[in-house]
Structure formats: C-alpha cells, structure tokens
C-alpha cells in the first residue's frame, strides 16, 4: 500500500454541510456549485479532503439524511452534472470527496417505501422494510414501547394498520439488511459515486444495520439494560461485518481503493475498532473528545486509548471536535465544565438540552474569549496528533453556536419530537457568514433558510482574511505546519512528555505539542516556537497550545 492509497490515514477532511455553506442561485440554500465557488477557499485553508453530508434529494425530514434516491442530487441545490463539475474542481485544487450513505434507513418517500405501502400486508414489498402487526386485540399498539432517537416512538402505523420501524424520524424507515435487494441497492450506490470519482464514503449509523427483531422482544425498560454488541436488537451486532466485508470488495476494485469511515456510536473501544478493521470500512470516527471536558485527564486517556486501538486494528484514529450533530466547540468550552462523562449517550457537553440552550443562551453564561481560546487550543492539540482529523464547517471561523433561534425558524426533527424539551442542532447549521454585509453575508443573495444573527459578521471570511490575529489565519498555520510535521514522521511517532498538572506534552519526532488545559501558567522546554494558539512569552498560559521544535 502505498501513500497514494492511504491518504485517509492522515488527511485533515473538512465537513460540508451542503444547505448551509454557500448558494450560488440565490434561493437561500447552500448547492453544490456554492461549493464548487469556494473550492480555492478551501485549497488555501489547507485541508486534504472534503466530506460532504447528503445533498440527495430529500423532503429534509432530518437535514437530508432522509434520502429519496442515494443516487441522484437535490435539483434545489445542484444536479448531476453540478456534482461532475464540483468534483472535478476540487480534485484539480488537490481536495479528495467524500460523500455521505444513509444505509440504516430510506426516506419514506423512496420508490421502494412507496411501493411497500402500496403493496400492503404480508407482501415481498414489505419485505425490504421492518413491517410488523401491532400488539393488543385491535392491533393498535405498537410492536413494542421502544423510544426513537429524536423522541417518540420507534413504530408508526399506516393506513391498513401494520406498523414499520424507524430508529429516528417516522419519514426514515429502517431497511431490513436480511433482504437481498438492500444489499444490491448499497452496491450499487456504492459503485455508482466511486465510478462518478468520489474517494471514499462517511457511512452514517453505521452500528445499526444488522438486526434481530423477533419475538420476543425486550420492553424499553429491558432495552436500556442491554449493551450494544451480539445480544442487542439493534445496535453492534456481530453480523453488521459481513455488510462491510461486501462493500470492502467493492472499495477495492478501484484504484486506489477507496475508503470508508464508519460513524458507529459504540462506547466500547475494542468493538469500535472493528469498523477499522482492513477488511471491513477501514476507519471508525472517535467520539470521544465530543464528550470529554477540556481537561487534560480526559484527553490524555482519550488519546492513549484511541492510539491503542488504532494500532490494534491496523488503522489509524481520527480526531473530532465538532460535527453537524454536536454544539460546536468553541461554545461548549465556554459553558462551565460538566461532570465527567460516564461513557453514556448523550454526554453532558453534548447534550442540547441543556439550560443554555434553553434559555437561548443566556444561562449560564457564555464566556465566549475563553471558549475560543480553549477551542483554538483544542484544535492545535488534535492536528499534532497521529491519525486524521475533522474539521467542521466554520470553526476555522472560531464560530460559535447559535443558540438563539426562533420555534418558528427551527427545523431538526429533534426539537418537534421533544416538544422542545431538546433545542435540537439547528444552532450548528447556521448558515456560514462570507462577507459581513448584505442579506446573507455573503452566503447567498436571499435570506439563508436559518437565519444568521447579527453576531455571525464578526466572524465573516472577508472579516477574518484581513486579520492575521484571526481564527481563520491560525487554522492556516496549524494545517500547513501538520503538512511539514508529516513529511517527518510516521503514524509510529508518538511520545507522551513529563508534563506538570493540568498540561500534556506530546513529541512526534523532533516536534514537541504543549497544552495548558488549566489556568495555571506553566514552564515550557527550550525549543523554537513556530506556532501558538495565543499570545505566549516565557511560560506556557492556560487555555494555550504551542508546537515547538526542540531541536
Ligand atoms: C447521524 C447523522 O449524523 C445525523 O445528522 C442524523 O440525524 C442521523 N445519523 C440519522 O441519519
């Protein structure tokens, strides 16, 4: 294998939103040719590849990952031949693709769903979905009282009476990974996006697949008691592999193969690697500094547990400190530190329900300086680190979340089926500010589909490009400067250093990273500086990453 095929190992990818990064036709949603606008932004960043969340057409029951057809684009936000040209234009700027399956569940508008419903009871239609008769003598009570990820229940009943099962919204019918046409429709999508030029996949829900649904099944109660893995209906089985040993097949007939990373929730490290493994999807996405605080303990046992199963499974980690689902960083590490995680979804720093969010957030309140410092931190800290790194849209910007938005202006099915007990993510997907004026700032010429608060200008492209104290010029340093460190050193090269309390210290090769995670300033080693994520003399202050050369 060479480094041609293994580029994923290292790359730093980027996540695109698509509905909200940039709008070429002025409708108030991101496309696709937004994106391939923006393609020398990108490029200048420093980032190796883009991985783009579904730009499928879609009634945008769940931000897209609701999918009516994995094999074409949204017309709203671009075509076929948009995808074609987009592509190409990121490949000539030296950017890889990455696009998004949604394997667990269609939406309800897909042919196949539509057929079923059609078709009625007991027919084979039925059979590429979870169609159930309900409980009790009328059969109207569901098959079981489970709950649904964004609340409600994990059942809806149609019109004839059966039930069908969904693990999050009603328009998102779990497939049923027994059947053989499932199986051919993710090959084909598969083959369909690698033959159009794209260099690997993000495989959404990927713990979820395989599932045992007979009788007799757990009560939600029972359920909650049953750790994901061989005994749990639905989450980790054993034979979600054979899924991915099929689709490995594929990846390997193109040249070069092309990759795969598994976004499986599964707390147990040792049977998350078994997503990375070679013969499966290659790489499984690394939580877990999601829920850590920043706090030194809890990055230093994330990182030597995460590097330990990276090399149990031949794989390499990656690293991630915000995503489309998550409050975004530089917001939670403004909040007050939250009790340490205990391994159990959702985690206290993730959690949307939280006063904050709630209160719009003005309770507590936000420290907005330290939250930036301690995210800039953050981030310098990760991009040292051996494995690849994820970086979401915005927060090269410092971008913090939108916490105050409208009921009316909301759209994460989340916040609808909580009754509004959990804001949901809509205050991640704000629209990106480009310029700070005009309707859009710059992300469009109408009004963008969730709007922008008047804060969003500070953070503005045009804003930070004129000023080399700005996030958006630290994060150009940091990846560029990762680029050099990795002509040095391999994956191999990794040390933790004698740190003082509250600080880690790493070395990869000749290169040394120090963080201050406490407030406490500490002695830093002899060495040249060639970057910090803020203002440093002779100690090391709080809230600070620096990268030295000790030599
Ligand atoms: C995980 C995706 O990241 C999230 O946005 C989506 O709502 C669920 N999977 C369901 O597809």
């Not at 409600?152 to 328009?171: C, I, K, M, N």
């Not at 420290?367 to 051996?386: E, M």
């Amino acid at each position: 294998m060479t480094q041609r095929d293994t580029w994923w190992k290292t790359a730093v990818v980027y996540q695109i939103y698509p509905r909200s990064f940039a709008d070429a036709n002025g409708d108030g949603l991101g496309d696709l040719a937004g994106i391939t606008s923006r393609a020398a932004y990108l490029q200048a960043l420093g980032v190796d590849a883009v991985w783009l969340s579904p730009f499928y057409p879609s009634a945008l029951a769940d931000g897209g990952y609701d999918v009516d057809d994995y094999r074409d684009v949204d017309p709203r936000i671009g075509s076929l031949a948009d995808f074609d040209a987009m592509t190409a234009t990121l490949h000539a700027a030296g950017l890889k693709v990455i696009v998004d399956i949604v394997p667990n569940h269609s939406s309800n508008r897909h042919r196949w769903f539509q057929e079923a419903l059609a078709a009625g009871p007991g027919s084979a239609a039925r059979e590429r979905y979870i169609f159930r008769d309900g409980k009790g003598p009328h059969g109207d009570e569901p098959p079981t009282d489970w709950r649904a990820a964004f609340g409600g229940s994990t059942w809806t009943r149609v019109p004839d009476g059966q039930w069908y099962f969904h693990l999050f919204a009603p328009e998102q019918p779990d497939w049923n990974w027994d059947h053989p046409d499932v199986h051919q429709e993710f090959l084909d999508t598969i083959r369909f996006w690698s033959d159009r030029g794209v260099d690997g996949f993000r495989i959404d829900v990927a713990h979820a697949l395989a599932k045992d649904l007979t009788e007799p099944l757990p009560t939600a109660a029972e359920l909650a008691h049953i750790p994901a893995g061989p005994g749990h209906p639905f989450y980790d089985r054993d034979e979600v592999d054979a899924i991915y040993r099929e689709w490995r097949q594929v990846f390997d007939q193109y040249d070069p193969p092309r990759c795969a990373v598994g976004e499986a929730w599964v707390d147990d490290p040792q049977r998350r690697g078994r997503y990375a493994r070679p013969d499966l999807l290659g790489q499984a996405f690394n939580f877990d500094l999601l829920r850590a605080n920043f706090a030194a303990a809890e990055f230093h046992d994330s990182v030597t547990q995460n590097l330990a199963v990276a090399r149990q499974s031949g794989s390499s980690s990656t690293w991630v400190l915000s995503n489309h689902d998550v409050v975004r960083h530089a917001s939670r590490y403004g909040l007050p530190l939250a009790p340490r995680g205990d391994g159990a979804f959702p985690p206290p720093t993730l959690r949307r329900d939280t006063a904050w969010l709630l209160t719009g957030g003005t309770n507590p309140p936000e420290d907005t300086a330290l939250g930036l410092r301690r995210a800039k931190a953050a981030t310098q800290f990760i991009l040292g680190l051996p494995g690849s790194a994820y970086v979401y849209q915005g927060e090269e910007l410092g971008l913090r979340e939108v916490a105050a938005l409208d009921a009316a202006d909301r759209q994460d099915p989340t916040f609808f089926r909580s009754e509004g007990t959990d804001v949901g993510r809509d205050g991640c997907r704000v629209p990106l500010p480009w310029t700070d004026h005009g309707p859009g700032l710059g992300f469009g010429e109408a009004t963008p589909h969730l709007p922008q608060p008047e804060w969003f200008k500070d953070y503005a492209v045009t804003r930070e490009e004129a000023d080399p104290a700005a996030p958006l010029a630290f994060y150009r340093q940091a990846l560029h400067l990762r680029r050099d460190l990795l002509h040095s050193v391999t994956d191999e090269d990794f040390t933790w250093l004698d740190a003082p309390a509250g600080v880690l210290a790493y070395a990869r090769g000749a290169w040394q990273v120090w963080t201050n995670f406490g407030e406490t300033p500490a002695d830093l080693p002899d060495g040249q500086i060639l970057l910090a994520s803020g203002p440093v003399g002779k100690t090391l202050p709080g809230a600070t990453t620096v990268l030295l050369s000790a030599a």
